[in-house]
């Protein structure tokens, strides 16, 4: 039952109602049509939505992130993209982990600036010394990352010092 699966995924039927942008009374009909499989009186997306809460594979932010992306309303700020991205089946499990911690978190917002400032110098054909200067450190790292090349004893002692020191204000 529906009911019983929105439990599981501990999603609100006042939540649900936000997102499929239906009043409650309206999601009553339809979760109890639903559930009598008279499903032509079931708008397509929610129906849709019921039919896809139902795997039991699907998680609560799988659950959030389908009906974020069946949403009508439109959005031209770079989030339908994301939204398109985390539904898309071919897209890299590591990217979206990534991108979940990024909104879980603020501990990497100050290196995020720095991070798509790297990504627009790298885009660009011409790349002046300067800007190589400014993602020096960035592509050393990335650099060092996909080799695998272990820190030294200097940088690893550095590393160790920075972590106690972010802790200590934290």
């Known amino acids: 039952m529906i009911k019983d699966r929105l439990r599981e995924l501990n999603i609100k039927l006042t939540e649900l ?3 499929v942008k239906v009043s ?4 009553y009909k339809y979760i ?17 939505l019921f039919r ?17 992306s ?8 770079g989030k339908d993209a994301i939204r398109k991205y985390l539904l898309d089946p071919n897209a890299s499990q590591s990217k979206i982990e990534l991108i979940q911690r990024l909104i879980a978190t603020d501990v990497m917002d100050g290196i995020v600036p720095y991070l798509n400032n790297c990504i627009d110098v790298l885009s660009q054909e011409d790349i002046t010394d300067d800007q190589i ?6 592509v050393n790292l990335r650099s060092d990352v996909t080799r695998n090349v272990q820190l030294g004893p200097e940088e690893l002692e550095k590393a160790k ?10």
């Open 52 to 68: 896809y809460l139902e795997n039991p594979s699907v998680k609560r932010e799988q659950a959030i992130t389908y009906m974020l």
């Open 24 to 27: 409650r009374p309206t999601l």
């Open 32 to 48: 109890e049509s639903y559930e009598k499989e008279d499903f032509k009186n079931v708008r397509p997306d929610v129906l849709g």
């Open 70 to 77: 069946s949403s009508t309303e439109e959005v031209s700020d």
């Open 133 to 138: 200067h400014q993602i020096a450190r960035f």
């Open 161 to 170: 010092n920075t972590v106690r020191k972010s802790n200590e204000h934290a």
């Open 17 to 19: 109602s936000d997102y």
